[in-house]
């Protein structure tokens, strides 16, 4: 499964960020992050975008409550680093990456 949630971190990390390129290129709102109000006015523009940020923003949220808790009960390490890769690029990508950082840590403490 390891190569299989390296595999999805890659592809999570570059689909959507495709679009974060190109919208950085067209605005100059670097990763959406230089123009904070203006990134914040596009994702609520209207109800479908709406509705699709909150689900978004709703999962984030879910997955910083359950990964810090898989990281307490593994013992895990840099979570933080984690927050910060899903946070710059996205959950498309940090999902996955959780789940092989994860997935290292079990395969460590099982001794294979």
């Known amino acids: 499964m390891k190569k299989t949630y390296l595999s999805l971190t890659i592809i999570g990390?570059?689909?959507?960020?495709?679009?974060?390129?190109?919208?950085?290129?067209r605005s100059g709102n670097i990763l959406l992050y230089r123009y904070p109000i203006d990134t914040f006015q596009s994702m609520f523009s209207n109800y479908i975008s709406s509705a699709f940020i909150?689900?978004?923003?709703?999962?984030?949220a879910l997955?910083?409550?359950?990964?810090?808790?898989?990281?307490?009960?593994?013992?895990?390490?840099?979570?933080?680093?984690?927050?910060?890769?899903t946070f710059a690029l996205g959950i498309a990508g940090g999902l996955p990456l959780f789940l092989y950082v994860r997935d290292e840590y079990l395969s460590k403490s099982n001794g294979e």
């Open 54 to 60: 909150m689900d978004l923003l709703f999962i984030v």
């Open 63 to 85: 997955f910083l409550f359950w990964s810090f808790s898989e990281a307490r009960k593994y013992k895990m390490k840099n979570l933080g680093w984690i927050w910060l890769y």
């Open 13 to 25: 990390t570059l689909l959507p960020n495709i679009f974060v390129l190109l919208e950085s290129m």
